[in-house]
Structure formats: structure tokens, C-alpha cells
């Protein structure tokens, strides 16, 4: 396939950056531009790490991590350093480290598996397994049905009866629950997702993730759990509400993609 032409890129980028855009058209964009890819791409998304929206930053690094391009490696390196930014875009940034999987990044990760924000430590403790498990299984093929790039190896035990749900382990754990049942997108898991999104004394981390999975799945159940919350105390599960809103629409629409930032623009052009 030709490499997408640097003006299409460049403006979708400009739509991503774009703060007066609404947050989930800069959503749109941003996975249009993890579908184009190259290191263009790459250098549009990692411009975005200074926007005021935690929520954004995050699915910013979690987007680098998934397209594995290494010329990623500097700007989720900086991020992860960054003591600024949120603990939610750092431990993502993390993650997207161990999704490229290069071994380059060891040392840095061993840096912060012992960071004092639990959810960084442990999500870079997660990321040098990945990496070194990589190293001992180079031959290995991504076969993984859901077309992403997951944060730990497979389970050799594929008894699942010790995973309880939402309310047990870390933070960390919770919120990778949150995502699994997201992109599983099974009607049985609005319950548990609207409940964890119910509480207030929960971790924004795990609401938010919570409110993206119903989004995902797109039950009647799930509109009404996202509307409830669209006015949360919480930014971030706030904005989750509202980008998760625009996935239940899109889910419901019958468009071909959601990634249709190339559509906007012609839109916006016209």
C-alpha cells in the first residue's frame, strides 16, 4: 500500500490538535491517523501530549503503543519520565513501550517499575515481562482476535475462575478488566461496567475505561449509563462519557469505520 499522501496527513493531524473541535471528532481523528500510519502520523499524535485533556493524552500514547512503530519510542519515553502529566497518560505511556516491544527501552523501564505511582510501577513492571517474553519467543504471531496489541502474554492456565471482575485487585487491574470486556463487547458485562461507573469512590482510572467499554458495546443499557454520568465530577469520566456516546452512535449507525477523519474533512471542506 502507498504511504498516505503528507497533506492528508497533516490534516487530519491539524483536526486532532484542534482544541475547538469537540472531543470526539479530535477521537475520529486520531485513530484515522493510527489506521495511515508512518512516522508523519506518529509525529502528529506525540504534538498532542500537551493538551489539557488527561483522556486524550491517554488514548494519544495508547495509539502509538498499538501502531509499533519505534519512531514512537522518544516522545512515550518522555512521557513516562514526565512527573507533570497525569498518572493515567504515564502508565499508558508505559504500556505503549511494551506494545512496540523494543528491547531498547528495558532500562528505562526497569527505571520506573519503582515508581511512586503505583499504577506507573506496575504497568512498567507489566511492560519489561512483555518485552523479555518477546526476546524468548521471537517467532511469535499476533493472531489476536480483537486486532490489538495486549499489554501481558497470554496465560499458559486457561482456568479464568480466579478473575472476579471489577471489584478486585489494583486500580491497574480494574481498569485492564474494564478494556477486556470493552473490546469483547458482550451484553452480559453492561451490569458489572454500568455499576463500577456507578461508583464514586472508584478510580477515575477504571470509571473511565468503564464508560468506553459501554460505548463499545452499545446496548440500550449502556446509553442510558453514559448519559447518567456525561455531567460527572470527574474530567475524565466526564469526557469518556461523551467520546463513549459518539461510539455507541457510531456502533448503531451502520458507517463503515470509526475512524473517519478523512470523511470530516471533506465535510468540513465542502
Known amino acids: 500500500m502507498a504511504a498516505p499522501g503528507s497533506n492528508l496527513v497533516a490534516s487530519v493531524g491539524r483536526m486532532l490538535l484542534d482544541t475547538s473541535l469537540p472531543l470526539p471528532a ?3 481523528a486520531l485513530f484515522t491517523l493510527r489506521n495511515l500510519g508512518g512516522p508523519e502520523a506518529v509525529g502528529w ?3 498532542g501530549f500537551v493538551d489539557e485533556s488527561a483522556l486524550l493524552k491517554h488514548e494519544l500514547a495508547y495509539c502509538l503503543g498499538q501502531m509499533r512503530d519505534r519512531c514512537a519510542l522518544p516522545v512515550l519515553s518522555a512521557v513516562l519520565r514526565d512527573r507533570s502529566q497525569e498518572p493515567m497518560v504515564r502508565h499508558e505511556a508505559g504500556e505503549a513501550l511494551g506494545a512496540i516491544g523494543d528491547p531498547e527501552v528495558l532500562e528505562l523501564l ?3 517499575s519503582q515508581d511512586s505511582v503505583i499504577e506507573v510501577a506496575e504497568t512498567c513492571q507489566l511492560a519489561i515481562h512483555r518485552i523479555e517474553w518477546l526476546q524468548r519467543n521471537p ?6 482476535p ?3 496489541v495486549d499489554p501481558a502474554p497470554p496465560a499458559e492456565d486457561r482456568d479464568i475462575a480466579a478473575l472476579r471482575g471489577l471489584q478486585c485487585g489494583g486500580s491497574l487491574f480494574r481498569h485492564e478488566i474494564g478494556y477486556v470486556l470493552g473490546q469483547m463487547q458482550h451484553e452480559a458485562a453492561v451490569p458489572g461496567l454500568a455499576a463500577a461507573l456507578d461508583r464514586l469512590e472508584e478510580s477515575p482510572m477504571v470509571r473511565h475505561e468503564c464508560a468506553e467499554a459501554l460505548g463499545s458495546i452499545a446496548q440500550e ?3 442510558i449509563a453514559l448519559k447518567t454520568h456525561v455531567g460527572d465530577l470527574e474530567q475524565v469520566v466526564r469526557e469518556s462519557c461523551e467520546v463513549a456516546l459518539d ?3 457510531y456502533e448503531n449507525s451502520g458507517d463503515f469505520q470509526y475512524a473517519n477523519g478523512l470523511s470530516q474533512i471533506q465535510e468540513l471542506a465542502s
Open 221 to 223: 443499557d449502556c446509553l
Open 45 to 47: 499524535i506525540g504534538r
Open 146 to 148: 480483537f486486532l490489538s
Open 26 to 28: 479530535r477521537f475520529r
Open 247 to 249: 461510539m455507541y452512535k
Open 110 to 112: 526497569k527505571e520506573y
Open 139 to 144: 517467532d511469535t504471531q499476533d493472531d489476536n
